[in-house]
């Protein structure tokens, strides 16, 4: 599968997907370089905290196995993008971040 620089890909793990721009490929090494943009949690599916999209944009980029990244439909991101915008509260950065070193454990952890 061809990732193109700058594209909008994801990655999945149970009941949470991690949405970023892919910034380099790094084929030799078989990983991925991402810049966060947002992370959605299925609340149906955890039945948990009413948090469902996490602004992740001003957060820290990741590297990433590239087995896991596949590339966002435009239909998903566009709705992620939406919900992100209808927020009026600003970022909580440091819950963001929360989120996302919990994502990553979860998902490096299995």
Wanted: hydrophobic share 40%; glycine share 4%.
């Amino acid at each position: 599968m061809h990732l193109a620089t700058y594209q909008v890909v994801f990655i999945r793990h149970k009941e949470a997907c991690l949405y970023g721009e892919l910034i380099q490929t790094m084929a030799d090494r078989h990983t991925c370089w991402l810049r966060p943009l947002a992370l959605y949690l299925d609340v149906e599916e955890t039945g948990t905290a009413p948090v469902s999209v996490v602004d992740l944009r001003n957060g820290p980029d990741v590297i990433c196995p590239s087995e896991l990244v596949q590339p966002a439909l435009d239909t998903e991101w566009l709705y992620l993008l939406g919900k992100m915008g209808d927020t009026k509260e600003p970022c909580n950065y440091a819950q963001a971040n929360q989120h996302l070193r919990q994502f990553l454990q979860m998902l490096f952890s299995n």
